[in-house]
């Protein structure tokens, strides 16, 4: 089970960190990632972070102002996104994958969290 917090009303410019905790597994044998779907729009990808840490990719669109970081140890993903914009508004979900990178087909899904960046 992913469970995903952090979400909040902000202003442009600021930033926000994301959570999401993997409970009843083990964490080191998945690689992660986050997505987000904005009102209308759909679900995309923002980045995603391999067991170890060790690699990560993101959208171009978060390129430079997202960060995505685990603790094994707490069996946790974190989304750290800065200067935020209002384009980043969207429901931000956490995605675990056993065997490959996230994709919109991996199987374990946090709830979602809405990050609403107003002007």
């Known amino acids: 089970q992913l469970q995903a917090s952090g979400g909040g009303s902000v202003q442009t410019g600021t930033s926000l960190r994301l959570s999401c905790v993997l409970s009843?597994?083990?964490?080191?044998?998945?690689?992660m990632g986050w997505f987000r779907q904005a009102p209308g729009k759909e679900r995309e990808s923002v980045g995603h972070?391999?067991?170890?840490?060790?690699?990560?990719n993101y959208a171009d669109s978060v390129k430079g102002r997202f960060t995505i970081s685990r603790d094994n140890a707490k069996n946790t993903v974190y989304l750290q996104m800065s200067s935020l914009k209002p384009e980043d508004t969207a429901v931000y979900y956490c995605?675990?994958?056993?065997?490959?990178?996230?994709?919109?087909?991996?199987?374990?899904w946090g709830q979602g969290t809405l990050v609403t960046v107003s002007s």
């Open positions: 972070i391999n067991k170890n840490g060790y690699r990560r």
């Open positions: 995605a675990a994958d056993p065997v490959r990178y996230v994709s919109i087909n991996s199987s374990y």
């Open positions: 009843g597994g083990t964490f080191i044998m998945f690689n």
